[in-house]
């Protein structure tokens, strides 16, 4: 079975470009989470998709941040323009519908993105 | 607010040495606990959960892990460490209400031959 995977592995653009990262689930997992580890700290929840829905989109930090999830399958993120700031890795992870925060999340390898 | 601890950046043991890597969490409701692993260039892997039952939970490659509900602890560990154990673990909860994770800022694991 097929894990978690992201694309691309890595990116590097200039303040105010435009970068959509994308995430392929595990197959009929409906649950799909973004993360972000920002300079070495603490990884940091993004949002969270149920199918094609956005649960919780709690960590999104602005309006820059686009996600979307067509169909409830593969998600895009999109930054846009993009700051500094917003360098680090991305992780993607998804899990199968289990009772409430039972399930386990299985991550992708992560987009390294650059801003300079 | 939920929250997760991992006091040490580094621990360092020689192989064949135990190993402990040390977790502390907060939260309001029934804690969920979660060991994940980062090797070099790769991504975040499962090792081990606590969502209730025995307080000892095995997981992957050896690793097991002890909730201590009073110290509001779970604590990984390794009776024997390989220098392939050598990576960054992170550690995570999840209140029981909600379904993100939280994690801690992660401890490097460095085993000597």
């Known amino acids: 079975e097929a894990g978690v995977t992201q694309f691309p592995s890595h990116s590097v653009i200039e303040k105010g470009q435009t970068v959509t990262l994308r995430c392929d689930p595990i197959?009929?997992?409906?649950?799909l989470y973004w993360y972000r580890r920002v300079m070495g700290k603490e990884i940091k929840f993004l949002l969270h998709?149920?199918?094609?829905?956005?649960?919780?989109e709690s960590g999104m930090p602005n309006n820059r941040f686009l996600a979307e999830r067509t169909g409830g399958t593969y998600s895009t993120l999109k930054v846009q323009p993009a700051e500094l700031e917003d360098s680090g890795v991305y992780f993607c992870?998804?899990?199968?519908?289990?009772?409430?925060?039972?399930?386990?999340?299985?991550f992708g390898p992560g987009t390294r993105l650059t801003v300079l | 607010a939920q929250s997760v601890a991992q006091p040490e950046d580094q621990v360092n043991v020689a192989e064949g040495n135990p190993l402990t890597v040390k977790c502390t969490y907060s939260?309001?409701?029934?804690?969920?606990l979660f060991w994940y692993v980062q090797y070099p260039n790769r991504g975040l892997q499962f090792l081990l959960k606590?969502?209730?039952?025995?307080?000892l939970v095995k997981g992957s490659y050896g690793f097991e892990a002890e909730f201590n509900k009073s110290q509001t602890s779970f604590h990984l560990k390794k009776p024997s460490a390989l220098v392939s154990d050598s990576a960054l673990y992170f550690c995570?909860?999840?209140?029981?209400?909600?379904?993100?994770?939280?994690f801690g800022t992660g401890t490097r694991l460095l085993v000597s031959p």
């Open positions: 992870a998804s899990s199968q519908e289990r009772p409430r925060g039972t399930d386990t999340q299985y």
């Open positions: 197959s009929g997992h409906d649950n």
């Open positions: 998709f149920v199918k094609e829905s956005k649960q919780d």
């Open positions: 939260v309001s409701g029934n804690p969920y």
């Open positions: 606590y969502i209730t039952g025995d307080n």
């Open positions: 995570a909860v999840r209140d029981g209400g909600f379904q993100k994770l939280v």
